[in-house]
């Protein structure tokens, strides 16, 4: 959902109606959009009726910071399924990097740099246990 300003010319401190948990609403999908909405921050700040520095503070506020990478993660998940797809295209012509990528997106892939190497399987300490239960 995206949430419009309510007028181009209105500013916040003007706008009775707009509490500021709705404009801190906008302002987050605002940040999450990839363009920001076209928007440069002082043009977010203008339009927020805050200045610059406000800007850059919330976005440092964990709440608002949360909330931006939560509506992110909504967006790229929503979008996830038409990567696959091309992924897939490009594996199937034999592109070697959309197909290690394919693996690599397995639950069970296990990455080279996480996989015990043989060595160190083998100096791995075993305890073994007596059947009357001592070592």
């Given at each position: 959902m995206i949430l419009l300003w309510p007028s181009d010319t209105t500013k916040m401190n003007d706008l009775?109606?707009?509490e500021k948990t709705e404009m801190q609403t906008w302002?987050?999908?605002c940040l999450a959009s990839p363009d920001r909405y076209g928007l440069t921050s002082k043009q977010i700040a203008e339009?927020?009726?805050i200045g610059v520095t406000t800007v850059y503070n919330w976005i440092h506020t964990p709440e608002?910071?949360?909330k931006i990478k939560e509506l992110r993660a909504d967006r790229i998940k929503?979008?996830?399924a038409?990567?696959?797809d091309v992924l897939l295209?490009?594996?199937m012509t034999g592109d070697v990097k959309a197909i290690k990528l394919i693996y690599e997106r397995w639950d069970d892939y296990i990455h080279k740099?996480?996989?015990l190497s043989l060595n160190q399987m083998i100096n791995l300490p075993i305890a073994i246990t007596q059947s009357d239960g001592t070592k």
């Amino acid at each position: 959902m995206i949430l419009l300003w309510p007028s181009d010319t209105t500013k916040m401190n003007d706008l009775a109606v707009v509490e500021k948990t709705e404009m801190q609403t906008w302002f987050c999908q605002c940040l999450a959009s990839p363009d920001r909405y076209g928007l440069t921050s002082k043009q977010i700040a203008e339009k927020c009726g805050i200045g610059v520095t406000t800007v850059y503070n919330w976005i440092h506020t964990p709440e608002i910071s949360d909330k931006i990478k939560e509506l992110r993660a909504d967006r790229i998940k929503s979008e996830l399924a038409k990567v696959d797809d091309v992924l897939l295209k490009k594996a199937m012509t034999g592109d070697v990097k959309a197909i290690k990528l394919i693996y690599e997106r397995w639950d069970d892939y296990i990455h080279k740099s996480q996989a015990l190497s043989l060595n160190q399987m083998i100096n791995l300490p075993i305890a073994i246990t007596q059947s009357d239960g001592t070592k």
